[in-house]
């Protein structure tokens, strides 16, 4: 499997049976899934803590391997919450995308790090 030929439903449908064979889904109620997800993405950012920009693609490199795994975690953990709570995440995606995009257009804030209400 990879990003080019692997849905989102698949990728779905792994994560369902994963929880399914181990009678999981009892403990995912939107407040412990978006917790589990919040835990993973916090283990992420512990990589990065306390480092410069510079030296974060440094240790990206050096712990590629274990930072690919709790980004899994996380991406995981958003399947779940998707799957568990019947959101479809490209129909969510692409109307978040298309609100950001009238947030943010490209004439005002190309190459800008400000806020949609700061430019």
């Given at each position: 499997?990879?990003?080019?030929?692997?849905t989102l439903q698949q990728l779905k449908n792994l994560s369902e049976q994963f929880v399914k064979e181990r009678d999981w889904q009892q403990f995912h109620s939107p407040k412990n899934a978006s917790m589990g997800l919040m835990s993973e993405a916090g283990e992420l950012m512990d990589f990065f803590l306390w480092c410069t920009t510079q030296e974060s693609y440094q240790i990206l490199e050096q712990k590629r391997e274990d930072i690919e795994q709790e980004l899994a975690d996380i991406f995981?953990?958003?399947?779940?919450?998707?799957?568990?709570?019947k959101i479809?995440?490209?129909?969510?995606?692409?109307?978040?995308?298309e609100l950001t995009k009238a947030k943010y257009p490209v004439d005002k804030c190309k190459g800008s790090p400000k806020k949609y209400n700061e430019y």
């Open positions: 499997m990879n990003d080019k030929n692997t995981m953990w958003v399947l779940l919450f998707a799957w568990e709570n479809d995440l490209a129909t969510t995606f692409t109307k978040k995308l």
